[in-house]
């Protein structure tokens, strides 16, 4: 169903490949594209579908051996808490600045990124409007809906990059070896504030803003990127409990919540120590993860699994009502 094809110049170097897709009898087609490591023959290639454009990916097994968690927790285990604290980095989660580092540095997207995000979103919102003015099911209403698809499909895209390129940047970095994170339940955190009927909810707009703000910071995907690239570089991951990380001091321990003046000021009341907010809360989550690392070690979460139990059901095993 598919097949690799080398393309050299006049002097036999490679330039480029072609990806044949389909058989002889039923081509595809074929896609042009640059490999820039080697690569061998995937097992299988998936084909998707996103707003209109298609996409094309595959994998294959590199063979190198990737360490397990315990392997890793282990090592770190051998490191005294200086140490281990030198090599941690804390990563604090926000919704104003989507990642904040516990040695200063702060990931965001870049200025031209958000024009274009405000920019996408406008279009979005016009395109709805044509859409529901037109014919459903018409070639024109077709045509809005895809143009929709298309806005929304580059906020994601955008998303994806930065969420990659941040948990690139973080692993490639040699200096550390332990990366601790707040454990935050997304989901339940974005959810809907309307209520019912009977229990209207409050500030439903507001709620719904943050919502919005929340999900396009994308803290599950940074999450989820940085521990599958932290095992293939041998380094670990792992996710502390997130309360008051916000209102106590890094520095001596303090916890109160005029502790926070702003949202980016953060002034201890009682060493009167001073720095940026989500800087000193990635410093607490620092010293929670080594403490967790050289104490309990890594805390798994425990699956619950349904059971389902058999009973028979008739007439012998029916007993009348009241009965014991």
Known sequence: ?????????????????????????????????????????????????HAGHRHVSFNYDDGIAEPSVEEITQWLRSF??????????????????????SNGQQFDFRAIEKKRLVQQEKRKKRWQRRQARRVKGSGRWKKAKQRVAQCQQYATDLRRDFCHQTSHALVADPAYKLYVLEALKVKNMATSAKGDTEKPGKNVQQKAGLNRAILASGWGQIKAYTQYKALRAGKLCIEVPAHYSSQECSHCGFTHPDNRRSQAAFVCQSCHCTDNADTNAAKVLVKRGVALILGEGVAKKKVKRARVRKQKVGAECSKPAGAT
């Open 80 to 101: 005294s808490t200086s140490e281990l604290s030198s090599v941690t980095l804390g990563l604090d989660r926000g919704v104003q600045i989507p990642l904040a580092a």
């Open 1 to 49: 169903m598919f097949s690799f094809e080398p393309i050299k110049d006049e002097t036999g170097k490679v330039t480029h490949h072609l990806l044949h897709l389909g058989t002889k009898k039923h081509p595809l087609g074929c896609l042009a594209f640059t490999a820039h490591r080697d690569y061998a023959l995937p097992a299988s290639i998936h084909l998707s579908i």
